[in-house]
Nanobody
Framework: QVQLVESGGGLVQAGGSLRLSCAASGRTFTTYAMGWFRQAPGKEREFVSFITWIGGDTYYADSVKGRFTISRDNAKNTVYLQMNSLKPEDTAVYYC??????????????????WGQGTQVTVSS
């Protein structure tokens, strides 16, 4: 099992930036990929981005492509999500997730077996 702790959320004006961090501990050597999902009030949790732990390949939802950047620091067992040009529709609780097994698409919740507690991101207009 991998334990995940997110940080970096907060309140920002539209057009601003935030960087989220997710620190992993425990059986991190089994991690195949790490992803970010988000959930707005009354909505389903949706895919934002993921990165493969070894190769560093990155993937994004169309809604954030060009604005968000995912990266990882293997030495620190930490994954980051740099969010620029934030919009009010980016407001949500952001969750970090880890997949211990090879993933199919990396875009669905059931491919991940460890989750963080979430961090709130609020973008004001």
């Amino acid at each position: 099992q991998v334990q995940l702790v997110e940080s970096g959320g907060g309140l920002v004006q539209a057009g601003g930036s935030l960087r989220l961090s997710c620190a992993a501990s425990g059986r991190t050597f089994t991690t195949y990929a790490m992803g970010w999902f988000r959930q707005a009030p009354g909505k389903e949790r949706e895919f934002v981005s993921f990165i493969t732990w070894i190769g560093g390949d990155t993937y994004y939802a169309d809604s954030v492509k060009g604005r968000f950047t995912i990266s990882r620091d293997n030495a620190k067992n930490t994954v980051y999500l740099q969010m620029n040009s934030l919009k009010p529709e980016d407001t949500a609780v952001y969750y970090c997730a880890a997949a211990s097994f090879r993933i199919r698409s990396g875009r669905t919740k059931d491919e991940y077996d460890s989750w963080g507690q979430g961090t709130q991101v609020t973008v004001s207009s």
